[in-house]
Nanobody, 127 residues
């Protein structure tokens, strides 16, 4: 069965770092692209980044590039999101999602492009 398990969230002080993991199973990881999204309290779902190692495709939003870094370990079918210099406004539920194709594509930022969503992991950044 298809599974995407996001983990690594928790409570961190402003200025700290966290690394989130998205463990994938039940589908062809090499033929997929993985996106990270977040949803802050009372806010819309927001794209962070997308990665497809097989296509050499990595996309970041301009607001996240520099602080957040996406990477993957294909042998472990796992995608990571390294988050540095965290701010209270980064507090959100963070989700990973899979596309059943190996390209992030021009519409990587749209939730409608993704075929399966994990349950998310909560990140809380204290001031």
């Amino acid at each position: 069965e298809v599974q995407l398990q996001a983990s690594g969230g928790g409570l961190v002080q402003a200025g700290g770092s966290l690394r989130l993991s998205c463990a994938a199973s039940g589908f062809a990881f090499d033929d997929s692209a993985i996106g990270w999204f977040r949803q802050a309290p009372g806010k819309d779902l927001e794209i962070i980044s997308c990665i497809s190692r097989s296509a050499g495709d990595i996309e970041y939003t301009s607001s996240m590039k520099g602080r957040f870094t996406i990477s993957s370990d294909d042998a472990k079918n796992t995608v990571y999101l390294q988050m540095n210099s965290l701010k209270p406004e980064d507090t959100a539920v963070y989700y990973c999602a899979a596309k059943w194709d190996p390209y992030c594509g021009d519409r990587y930022y749209s939730r409608t492009e993704y075929d399966y969503w994990g349950q998310g992991t909560l990140v809380t950044v204290s001031s």
